[in-house]
């Protein structure tokens, strides 16, 4: 990898950008031949963050949280985009039991749809590279990520994955009580990933409990410590000190579900510092591995970023 300057991850990027909801109603923004058929509508609906400049940009997909919406990221989405990646966001559900099956299904066919519908709903001048395409996935949603990369549930998808983020990853409510299909095993680096890189990020606070009625949202031995002890080389771990399992959302969550998010988990005293941080991780360790700069990330592990908006508790490295 190579090493150079480049604007601070943890702050907005260069490029502006605009935020896009596509469904089943939405209609091209790229003209296609009249030869061509008109371009198949997402399986599901699709918050998209892109640059609205010129040019080719690496593909990002978030998987939200459990009972969340896609929506609760907006603020995240549009940071990593401004640094320019085009973000992508399913709406998996809107009500769900244990099992994950669906979801892991819909993660593989929003994936396929990728490559024959979204260059045709993103800006006449920007174009999506999905030769370069991240899977990430916040609590659930981080376990779906790693179920999906792990190719072990019968759904597959034809889009080659890069990278692996999970977002304070969670596979059930304790150490024996895994939601179906379980993805951890209990065994140290038994995720075979093909030498897929992984970042996985921790809350301090998740595995601590609100108060006695509500258990922790990140329990122990199911949470981001044992999906990075399952990982092979390489692996970044971080663990962030003082905040907690939601606060990477939007500072203003709407609606009852968005109301929960405050009072569900055990929260730090702000959302934006780990916001920040989550963001400018996926920034620093994407363009290390899908663009070959890996500045700010040798400088976060080394201690020397000056521009680190929280305390990291633990880190952790396997290369």
């Known amino acids: 990898m190579s090493s150079s300057s480049s604007r601070n991850a943890f702050e907005d990027g260069k490029h502006k950008?605009?935020?896009?909801?596509?469904?089943?109603?939405?209609?091209?923004?790229?003209?296609?031949?009249?030869?061509?058929?008109?371009?198949?509508?997402?399986?599901?609906?699709?918050?998209?963050?892109?640059?609205?400049?010129?040019?080719e940009y690496p593909?990002?997909?978030l998987l939200h949280g459990y009972l969340l919406y896609n929506s609760f990221y907006s603020q995240l989405m549009l940071h990593v985009s401004s640094h320019g990646f085009i973000l992508i966001a399913p709406q998996?559900?809107?009500?769900?039991?244990?099992?994950?099956?669906?979801?892991?299904?819909?993660?593989a066919e929003v994936m396929d749809w990728l490559s024959v519908g979204l260059k045709h709903f993103l800006p006449q001048q920007v174009t999506p590279n999905l030769s370069k395409f991240a899977l990430s996935g916040h609590s659930r949603g981080?376990?779906?990520a790693f179920a999906v990369a792990l190719k072990k549930f019968g759904y597959l998808s034809d889009l080659k994955i890069s990278t692996l983020i999970g977002i304070d990853p969670v596979d059930g409510t304790g150490k024996g009580k895994?939601?179906?299909?379980?993805?951890?095993?209990?065994?140290?680096?038994?995720?075979?990933?093909?030498?897929?890189?992984?970042?996985?990020?921790?809350?301090?606070?998740?595995?601590t409990a609100r108060n006695p009625l509500?258990?922790?949202c990140a329990p122990p031995g199911v949470n981001h410590r044992e999906f990075f002890r399952e990982c092979q080389?390489?692996?970044?771990?971080?663990?962030?000190?003082?905040?907690?399992?939601?606060?990477?959302?939007?500072?203003?969550?709407?609606?009852?579900?968005g109301k929960s998010s405050y009072c569900l988990c055990k929260n730090g005293e702000e959302r934006r510092p780990?916001?920040?941080?989550?963001?400018?991780?996926?920034?620093?360790?994407?363009?290390?591995?899908?663009?070959?700069?890996?500045c700010e990330l040798v400088k976060i592990k080394d201690g020397c970023h000056e521009g680190v908006p929280v305390e990291i508790q633990e880190l952790e490295v396997t290369m």
């Not at 896009?20 to 009249?34: A, G, N, Y």
């Not at 039991?97 to 669906?102: A, E, F, I, L, R």
């Not at 920040?276 to 070959?292: C, D, I, P, Q, T």
Request: proline residues 11%; contains cysteine; hydrophobic residues 35%.
């Open 59 to 61: 593909v990002v997909m």
């Open 17 to 55: 950008t605009n935020l896009l909801t596509l469904d089943s109603s939405s209609r091209c923004c790229k003209t296609t031949p009249p030869s061509s058929r008109a371009s198949p509508s997402p399986p599901k609906q699709l918050l998209v963050a892109t640059p609205v400049e010129e040019g």
């Open 214 to 216: 509500f258990p922790p």
């Open 142 to 144: 981080g376990k779906t």
């Open 92 to 107: 998996l559900y809107s009500v769900a039991g244990p099992d994950t099956m669906d979801e892991i299904k819909s993660t």
């Open 274 to 294: 780990m916001r920040r941080f989550v963001s400018g991780m996926v920034v620093s360790f994407l363009k290390a591995y899908l663009e070959g700069d890996d």
């Open 178 to 207: 895994q939601t179906p299909p379980p993805v951890l095993s209990y065994e140290p680096n038994s995720f075979d990933l093909d030498k897929m890189p992984v970042l996985v990020i921790g809350s301090g606070l998740g595995e």
């Open 233 to 257: 080389r390489p692996a970044w771990h971080f663990v962030v000190k003082d905040h907690g399992h939601l606060d990477m959302l939007d500072d203003d969550t709407k609606g009852i579900r």
